[in-house]
């Protein structure tokens, strides 16, 4: 009986199927189509999750931007150093590009090495490995008799995941494969190879473009297939790339065109998404890896993992009684034992079960034939999966970008590398039939990279080298803008000789420091209702400013805002003052106070020479005023006989003031530190206070008293008895006009050609160089002749110089604020340019907010080193180690650009350390302060 059972036993035995056997002991590797589409959608959710700034922290699958924005075009051109590091190979190259041809008809030629790297590298510190690659690089350059002298650009290819902010900077996020070097992780891989080129030295390398070897693939399939937007590794690793929509890439700004994305595909499944498909032998691959946990997918897939995976299920077999009689080697118990290259040799098609034999044979076993048939059959199902779960993934990147291009059906060239591809026999085929069963509306080509991936660098870097190159040419137009600490020292020494120089001259200078007949800062006890007049900011406005005198804060505003139109600023003086005297008849009537005769302070913010508060003579127009019969006249008579001409309405003008001056006032109300008025906006000035006794150039200080005329309450009598020593001590308000600083040539230095471009087209050519280079009516201008320049010598708009271009006075300052904001993408800057008629790309958009940039960081430094001047000036008038000061601050450039405050402060702190400056933005324009000024001179009138 027992006889009859063996037999049978055996018989059965016999009889078993091998590869049944196997397949019923492999069931979980087997996928079918259902859970392939599984994978697939669970992928997609993955790639969704990489791409979003929400979820990316979190997610699995990195989808890494790589900084390559476009396939080939064929434009590349240049010859290339590389390096293709990270696969099973490291070899050192020189590509050359030839311009307009595809690789097949020999557009690249190439010469490379192959390095080995000691085993010892890949495990030991990282500094070490890197100096083993650029050794490497340096005994190419000798053996191929390449110039040492000359400068190479260099392209490198590293396959590893690495967080790129740019084409040449990317942090290592992880090591992957078997690589473990030391102290690399969270590093920039470009600047370590850099460190690295520097320390072998006798080498001049520019390190352009990192590139991972599946975007480089897809590029040096690209270069021959316009079609290829996708690449893909199946070699010691796995992973894939593809381009994406920038808009979905949250991780980079703008949202215009695509960018190539490196998935890092590996990774799916390290948070768990896999763990149905996880089979035991796939745990116990992971457990022995060098990064456990990591690279769950890659595991399941990739040439380093495979024959492990196959040794793993032989061994499993074979001790549970099913291969070899149950009996087991020690080599089939070593790791590593069973190789991807034994996996392709067990699946050739005619020698694949001899070579299996042998295979085993090898591992010190004595396999039947039934064994060598499960053997390679075990193979063949590790294997399949492989290539299933890979058609899986890219089922996935293909479905989402037909859906990106909203196309039905899509015609797409995958470009794909890697040692399972290229030497398993079977694989290829597999794979793309069930990619083309998963997807039957996508034609999908399979383009085998068959030269590596070092073209495809090649060409990235030949784009790089091209921006690099424009980058150059952008950044040295730009230098000129650019000031140096010591530049800006020299510009507060110059701005200080200028004010002392203004002080002391009776003739004509530069900085004209016009005294304003305003002595004190308010004191609070202002009151009454005034009308306040302000002409010369973006436009002319009429305001009934009401003090009341029980609280003193309780000031009411009543305001209207009245344009000049350009021929009146332009045309005769009588018409300019005429329409002023409308627009405040249309004021009064529209707040019912056409009978009132109210006191009026006119805020005219141009340069006055004044003997009283109450008379100022135009010295003359600056901005874009340039009426005619008004220089060398007093403004107030202008006013008062424009009024009695039209006859409507009497005003009792009491005080004409800078605008400076005003928003000093204004801002002097709220608080009483603030003895300075600067105005950045459409043109520039500052006023102070000053020392009667420094303006040397009047009688003032001499305490003449009928030069005190207008001076606030109460001070004419004191002054007629004041002592020496009171009268030393007395100020006056002093508007400088610093926009004139230059005007006698000294700051050509720093001139550029832009400025003497926008001061020539300008009305008053050679005045207010200062002001021309730092306020809101000239930046935009300046803007412009840098643009044009940038686009006459091919580096903006594809060198197209439209008419908008040539139109002058397109930038406000409004816009070069927008621009420069921070908180606006790229798209939003182009739809600016836009609507200015400039048709820009997303290249076009940096460069011109870089103009921008660049032209209002120079005007706020300016401005900076001025006031360093002003404070430093008033520090040492008055013996001080340390002044505490307020400057009152009013303009557009101001309060709408976005950095130009900023700017403006840190100079002022760096170039007047001792002086603490606090900058106090003016509520209700200079109106308010010039209502002040009034509401004194009234009191004095009525004495
Ligand atoms: C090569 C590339 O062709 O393919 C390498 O040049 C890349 O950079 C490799 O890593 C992938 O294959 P493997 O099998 O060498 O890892
Ligand atoms: C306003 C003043 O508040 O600021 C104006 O009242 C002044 O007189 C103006 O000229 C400066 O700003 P902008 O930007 O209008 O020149
Ligand atoms: C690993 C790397 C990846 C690379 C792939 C193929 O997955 O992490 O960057 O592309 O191997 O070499
Ligand atoms: C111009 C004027 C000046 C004024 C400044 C700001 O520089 O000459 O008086 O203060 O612009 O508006």
């Known amino acids: 009986m027992l006889a009859v059972h063996l037999v049978s036993f055996f018989f059965t035995k016999l009889q078993e199927d091998p590869t049944k056997k196997v397949d019923r002991f492999l069931h979980a590797m087997r996928l079918h189509d259902d859970q392939l589409n599984d994978i697939s959608a669970r992928f997609q959710a993955e790639m969704k999750k990489g791409l979003s700034a929400e979820s990316n922290a979190a997610a699995a699958v990195k989808m890494l931007p790589t900084h390559v924005r476009s396939t080939p075009d064929g434009s590349e051109k240049g010859q290339f150093m590389a390096l293709d590091f990270g696969g099973s190979k490291f070899k050192v190259l020189q590509v050359k590009v030839r311009e307009g041809m595809g690789i097949r008809k020999g557009g690249v030629e190439m010469d490379e090495k192959t390095y080995r790297i000691p085993k010892e590298l890949l495990t030991g510190r990282g500094t070490e490995l890197f100096d083993h690659v650029t050794e490497s690089l340096k005994d190419f350059l000798h053996e191929r008799n390449i110039s040492l002298e000359k400068k190479h650009p260099l392209a490198f290819t590293f396959s590893f995941p690495c967080e790129q902010t740019a084409l040449n900077r990317g942090l290592l996020l992880s090591w992957s494969k078997n690589f473990r070097a030391r102290g690399l992780q969270g590093k920039d891989v470009v600047q370590v190879l850099r460190d690295s080129i520097d320390r072998t030295g006798g080498m001049d390398m520019e390190v352009l473009a990192m590139v991972n070897d599946t975007v480089a693939t897809m590029m040096t399939c690209g270069f021959d297939d316009q079609y290829c937007q996708a690449g893909l590794i199946i070699g010691t690793g796995t992973n894939a790339c593809y381009m994406e929509e920038l808009r979905h890439v949250d991780l980079v700004e703008g949202d215009e065109g695509r960018m190539c994305v490196n998935t890092e595909w590996g990774a799916f499944g390290d948070d768990g998404a896999l763990d149905d498909f996880i089979t035991e032998f796939d745990r116990d691959v992971d457990a022995a890896s060098n990064n456990p946990g990591k690279q769950i997918f890659e595991k399941m897939i990739s040439g380093m993992y495979l024959g492990e995976l196959v040794r793993l299920v032989v061994l499993k077999m074979a001790k549970v009684g099913k291969l070899f009689d149950g009996r087991v080697s020690d080599a089939l118990r070593t790791k590593g034992k069973i190789t991807t290259a034994h996996v392709a040799a067990m699946e050739e098609y005619k020698n694949g079960l001899k070579n299996t034999r042998t295979i085993l044979e090898e591992l010190d076993l004595s396999p039947s034939d039934d064994d060598c048939i499960a053997v390679q059959h075990i193979s063949t199902i590790v294997s399949f999966r492989s290539s299933n779960l890979v058609a899986a993934g890219l089922a996935a990147i293909l479905t989402r970008i037909k859906h990106n291009r909203n196309r039905r059906a899509l015609r797409i060239t995958v470009g794909v590398d890697g040692t399972v591809y290229k030497t398993h026999p079977q694989y290829p085929k597999r794979l793309h039939k069930v990619v083309r069963r998963l997807l039957p509306d996508c034609h999908v080509r399979f383009a085998l990279s068959d030269s590596g991936s070092s073209k495809g660098a090649a060409l990235v870097t030949a784009v790089a080298q091209r921006l690099a190159s424009r980058k150059r040419q952008v950044d040295e137009t730009l230098s000129s803008f650019k000031l140096s600490q010591e530049q800006l020292q020299l510009v507060?020494?110059?701005?200080?000789?200028?004010?002392?120089?203004?002080?002391?001259?009776?003739?004509?200078?530069?900085?004209?420091?016009?005294?304003?007949?305003?002595?004190?800062?308010?004191?609070?006890?202002?009151?009454?209702?005034?009308?306040?007049?302000?002409?010369?900011?973006?436009?002319?406005?009429?305001?009934?400013?009401?003090?009341?005198?029980?609280?003193?804060?309780?000031?009411?505003?009543?305001?209207?805002?009245?344009?000049?139109?350009?021929?009146?600023?332009?045309?005769?003086?009588?018409?300019?003052?005429?329409?002023?005297?409308?627009?405040?008849?249309?004021?009064?009537?529209?707040?019912?106070?056409?009978?009132?005769?109210?006191?009026?302070?006119?805020?005219?913010?141009?340069?006055?020479?004044?003997?009283?508060?109450?008379?100022?003579?135009?010295?003359?127009?600056?901005?874009?005023?340039?009426?005619?019969?008004?220089?060398?006249?007093?403004?107030?008579?202008?006013?008062?006989?424009?009024?009695?001409?039209?006859?409507?309405?009497?005003?009792?003008?009491?005080?004409?003031?800078?605008?400076?001056?005003?928003?000093?006032?204004?801002?002097?109300?709220?608080?009483?530190?603030?003895?300075?008025?600067?105005?950045?906006?459409?043109?520039?000035?500052?006023?102070?206070?000053?020392?009667?006794?420094?303006?040397?150039?009047?009688?003032?200080?001499?305490?003449?008293?009928?030069?005190?005329?207008?001076?606030?309450?109460?001070?004419?009598?004191?002054?007629?008895?004041?002592?020496?020593?009171?009268?030393?001590?007395?100020?006056?308000?002093?508007?400088?006009?610093?926009?004139?600083?230059?005007?006698?040539?000294?700051?050509?230095?720093?001139?550029?050609?832009?400025?003497?471009?926008?001061?020539?087209?300008?009305?008053?050519?050679?005045?207010?160089?200062?002001?021309?280079?730092?306020?809101?009516?000239?930046?935009?201008?300046?803007?412009?002749?840098?643009?044009?320049?940038?686009?006459?010598?091919?580096?903006?708009?594809?060198?197209?110089?439209?008419?908008?271009?040539?139109?002058?006075?397109?930038?406000?300052?409004?816009?070069?604020?927008?621009?420069?904001?921070?908180?606006?993408?790229?798209?939003?800057?182009?739809?600016?340019?836009?609507?200015?008629?400039?048709?820009?790309?997303?290249?076009?958009?940096?460069?011109?907010?870089?103009?921008?940039?660049?032209?209002?960081?120079?005007?706020?430094?300016?401005?900076?080193?001025?006031?360093?001047?002003?404070?430093?000036?008033?520090?040492?008038?008055?013996?001080?180690?340390?002044?505490?000061?307020?400057?009152?601050?009013?303009g557009a450039l101001y309060k709408l650009h976005p950095h130009f405050s900023g700017v403006l402060q840190k100079t002022t702190k760096a170039l007047a350390p001792r002086c603490d400056v606090t900058f106090l933005p003016s509520e209700e324009g200079s109106g308010k302060g010039a209502a002040l000024i009034t509401a004194v001179a009234r009191k004095k009138k009525e004495i």
């Open 492 to 890: 507060k020494a110059r701005m200080r000789a200028g004010l002392e120089a203004g002080l002391k001259s009776k003739g004509p200078s530069a900085i004209k420091m016009l005294p304003s007949f305003v002595y004190h800062t308010p004191d609070g006890t202002e009151n009454g209702k005034y009308l306040a007049l302000d002409l010369g900011g973006t436009n002319f406005r009429a305001m009934l400013v009401n003090f009341k005198k029980s609280l003193q804060q309780n000031v009411r505003l009543y305001h209207k805002i009245y344009t000049i139109p350009l021929e009146i600023m332009q045309g005769t003086g009588e018409e300019l003052f005429d329409h002023l005297a409308q627009c405040i008849g249309d004021f009064l009537d529209y707040m019912g106070m056409k009978n009132a005769r109210l006191p009026a302070g006119f805020t005219f913010s141009f340069p006055c020479e004044q003997t009283a508060i109450d008379t100022g003579t135009l010295v003359s127009w600056t901005k874009g005023f340039k009426a005619t019969n008004c220089e060398g006249h007093d403004v107030v008579s202008m006013l008062r006989e424009a009024i009695k001409r039209r006859n409507e309405f009497e005003l009792d003008i009491a005080a004409v003031v800078n605008d400076t001056v005003g928003t000093m006032m204004s801002c002097a109300y709220e608080d009483p530190q603030c003895e300075i008025g600067l105005i950045a906006g459409t043109g520039t000035n500052v006023c102070y206070m000053e020392e009667v006794k420094n303006i040397e150039k009047t009688e003032l200080q001499k305490g003449k008293p009928e030069k005190f005329k207008g001076t606030p309450d109460g001070e004419q009598d004191e002054v007629e008895e004041l002592s020496q020593g009171a009268a030393e001590m007395l100020k006056m308000c002093v508007n400088t006009e610093w926009g004139g600083l230059g005007d006698d040539g000294s700051l050509d230095d720093i001139i550029t050609p832009y400025d003497t471009e926008v001061d020539q087209n300008s009305v008053n050519p050679g005045k207010q160089r200062f002001e021309k280079l730092t306020s809101g009516m000239y930046l935009g201008e300046i803007v412009r002749q840098v643009l044009l320049d940038l686009t006459r010598g091919g580096l903006l708009f594809r060198g197209h110089v439209t008419e908008t271009l040539k139109t002058p006075g397109i930038f406000q300052t409004k816009y070069l604020s927008q621009i420069e904001s921070d908180r606006l993408a790229l798209l939003q800057v182009r739809s600016i340019l836009q609507q200015l008629g400039l048709n820009s790309n997303c290249d076009d958009s940096i460069i011109v907010k870089e103009v921008c940039g660049a032209v209002s960081r120079r005007a706020a430094q300016l401005c900076g080193a001025g006031m360093a001047a002003v404070v430093d000036k008033i520090r040492e008038n008055r013996g001080l180690d340390h002044l505490n000061i307020t400057v009152g601050v009013d």
